[in-house]
């Protein structure tokens, strides 16, 4: 199975390799991992740009591997500054938002329309009272607004919900985990192994799950709801 998945999609491959080991780098490797851990690190968001692009180089897919990348980017920067990696991620998250955007859920269940709505606004208000300041809840709570909005454009998609809208819930709750460790979760040592595999499986399951339906849709036509 292993060698089947390396000759059909090396680059799913890599990125699978990557993303599960990087914690490993946080044993292996100095404190401040130096650049070595950051390329580990971009590796495991990075691989699945090109897995994006491997059969597609229009439309849609281009918009995936931009967001991608722009989420891949944001791991490297996040290390060195947390407003510059915040940046990156929400430009990530508003080519998502265009994506999810182009390919709407035609009448979707009040309940779908409920979920999407509490995220949109219970998330920005628990991320403002994560962090112990005033001034950096007001920052988290601004970047939750676009994140929030991701996430509620992800679920409110034509996309599988439980590929996509799930991976966008799982990208929220460990931002969330992040604003929590500026306060309540500081002296966790279990909430950075939670951050990154929420994260990097929450963006797997877009990826995946939006690449997907794409190729069995037609290239970038918005083709018939999915579950």
């Known amino acids: 199975m292993e060698q089947d998945l390396a000759h059909k999609r090396p680059y799913l491959l890599g990125s699978l390799i990557a993303g599960i080991s990087y914690p490993a780098s946080w044993m292996f490797l100095p404190l401040d991992g130096g650049l070595f851990a950051m390329l580990w690190k971009m590796a495991a968001v990075g691989f699945l740009v090109p897995f994006a692009l491997r059969r597609h180089h229009e439309g849609e897919f281009i918009l995936l591997a931009i967001m991608l990348a722009f989420y891949a980017l944001g791991d490297a920067l996040i290390e060195l500054s947390m407003i510059a990696g915040a940046l990156a991620f929400a430009a990530g998250h508003i080519v998502a938002i265009v994506i999810y955007l182009r390919h709407r859920r035609v009448s979707p269940a009040l309940s779908q329309k409920m979920l999407a709505v509490t995220v949109l606004l219970a998330t920005p208000v628990i991320a403002y009272f994560l962090p112990p300041t005033r001034d950096e809840g007001i920052q988290v709570a601004a970047y939750s607004v676009i994140l929030a909005a991701m996430?509620?454009?992800?679920?409110?998609?034509?996309f599988p919900r439980y590929r996509v809208g799930l991976?966008?819930?799982?990208?929220?709750?460990?931002?969330?985990?992040i604003f929590a460790e500026l306060g309540p979760l500081a002296e966790s040592e279990a909430a950075a192994l939670a951050i990154w595999y929420l994260y990097y499986f929450g963006v797997l399951m877009i990826a995946v799950g939006v690449a997907q339906t794409l190729v069995k849709r037609g290239h970038f036509s918005r083709g018939e709801e999915r579950d």
């Not at 996430?151 to 034509?158: E, K």
């Open 151 to 158: 996430a509620a454009m992800a679920w409110s998609s034509n």
């Open 167 to 177: 991976g966008a819930i799982l990208f929220v709750i460990s931002d969330l985990l």
